[in-house]
């Protein structure tokens, strides 16, 4: 007759052993051991209580060494807990680390396995239990198995120390390229000095129908594009047919009408033969699958990401379309979709352009007060406070009731929120036919009087 012996979960315990006995020997070591390890990643109850013990009396500038270590696991009721004095006199018994950064690989790596074997059961156990949809436990599953793989499922504090040094460095970087955005370029000057470029977040696109909204995503995608980063457009409204008809429409600056009616002509074959040599190799993805759930974006985002590490720039086009979690009204679901979108954009460490539309009481407004003003996002009121950007699009010709034409082809951008800076209003040219916003050069008299500061 056969037993089932459970199988031991991965383990280190000599190598738990020796990085102890190194940080009771060389008080140098406890440093590393202490920014690279924590007590639950030793498999062993006795070794977690001893490290944690360590770890507390070294940030209390309280000397480590095996007396010093007893004292305190006395006085706190855990020295009989840890087997006792002999058991930490065995641990000077045990070699110490040639190469401790090894040793704590190794046992982080373990740590890593068990936590993934826990994760494994837990899905199995939700699946069975039946909790909730098959959405929910996905975005649970690859969330949690992409914080094992970073080792972030357990803590994720930063010391002063630490961020003083990366930021030394990033600031350096940003003297040695001063006068240069540090994000990904939008593609528009003044949207540039504005933003630094784009940068990870939450960045929310917003305009009535038919203002240019996938235009203007679609070229902040080229532009990504051209600079070798990764751009993926969530298309829920448009197919794959109809988005690749409007980036070669605007690249060949051939009349999209055209590429429904066919009347193309000698020089719209030469141009648009052109435009798709030029755009062949470039990192760009349409994901055309309409009304997904929030919850799927997120799984396809980590997947692309994972798949494709030059992916750079998401957009998704557009948030009214999008299915959000089980909400009690549509205000709510909007507001768990920005959420989430914000959180994804923070742990992926990508910017994320969210297109929405603006609510229909704009158009009861009289003239000339019909620019989109933050109170006009439809739905609700987290679309403004999660996102980290707002940018509205304005014409003035659609609204220009006297039928003047120097108003034509004139697009105005408004970046009315900024988080990390500066707000401020610019004009750019906007040809309809083919679907393309044009920079234009902003002077400095411009650039003072539009640029101004708003709250966070």
């Known amino acids: 007759m056969k037993t089932n012996i459970p199988k031991l979960p991965p ?33 062993k109850g006795s070794h977690q209580k001893i490290f944690r013990a360590m770890t507390r009396m ?3 500038k309280t000397p480590v060494d095996a007396s010093t270590l007893m004292q305190y696991l006395k006085e706190s009721g855990q020295l009989e807990e840890v087997g006792g004095a002999m058991a930490i006199s065995q641990l000077l018994d045990s070699p110490t680390a040639i190469k401790l950064d090894y040793n704590i690989k190794k046992i982080r790596e373990k740590a890593a396995l068990r936590d993934a074997i826990n994760l494994c059961n837990a899905i199995e156990k939700r699946c069975y239990d039946d909790h909730g949809d098959a959405e929910e436990t996905i975005d649970f599953m690859q969330k949690s198995a992409n914080e094992i793989g970073t080792y972030g499922g357990r803590s994720s504090l930063y010391g002063v120390k630490e961020l003083i040094a990366t930021a030394s460095d990033r600031y350096a970087t940003l003297s040695k390229n001063k006068g240069k ?115 799927e974006v997120r799984r396809r985002v980590r997947q692309y990401k994972r798949f494709h590490p030059e992916l750079g720039l998401v957009v998704i086009d557009y ?22 979108l914000k959180a994804l954009a923070k742990e992926m460490k990508l910017p994320v352009v969210l297109l929405s539309q603006l609510n229909r009481m704009l158009e009861n407004r009289p003239n000339p007060n019909k620019r989109p003003k933050l109170s006009d996002l439809r739905d609700s009121g987290n679309i403004e406070q999660d996102a980290d950007s707002v940018i509205f699009i304005y014409r003035p010709e659609v609204y220009n009731d006297e039928g003047s034409m120097q108003f034509v082809g004139q697009a105005d951008i408004d ?25 234009i050069e902003i002077t400095p008299n411009q650039e003072q009087q539009n640029d101004r500061y708003g709250e966070n």
Request: charged residues 25%.
């Open 11 to 43: 383990q280190a315990i000599e190598l738990e052993e020796s990085v102890l006995a190194s940080c009771l020997v060389n008080p140098r070591e406890i440093e590393e051991a202490i920014d690279l390890l924590f007590p639950e990643d030793f498999y």
């Open 58 to 60: 070294y940030r209390t």
């Open 181 to 295: 955005i540090s994000g990904v370029s939008t593609g528009f000057s003044y949207l540039d000095y504005l933003l630094g470029g784009w940068h990870p977040g939450l960045h929310v696109l917003a305009a009535r129908p038919s203002m240019g909204k996938t235009s203007l995503a679609t070229d902040f995608m080229k532009n990504a594009a051209r600079q070798g980063v990764g751009a993926l457009l969530f298309s829920m409204e448009q197919g794959e047919d109809e988005i690749i008809d409007r980036v070669i429409a605007s690249e060949a600056m051939v009349n999209l009408m055209k590429f429904r009616n066919g009347g193309f002509d000698e020089a719209d074959w030469q141009a648009i033969t052109s435009a798709e040599e030029r755009i062949y190799n470039w990192p760009l993805w349409i994901d055309p699958e309409g009304a997904l759930p929030v919850s």
């Open 319 to 340: 948030l009214q379309l999008m299915k959000g979690p089980k909400a009690e009204n549509k205000n709510h679901e909007v507001g768990e979709i920005t959420k989430a």
């Open 415 to 439: 970046l009315a929120k900024h988080r990390n800076g500066p707000v401020g209003t610019f004009s750019t040219m906007f040809r309809v036919k083919h679907t393309r916003f044009y920079d």
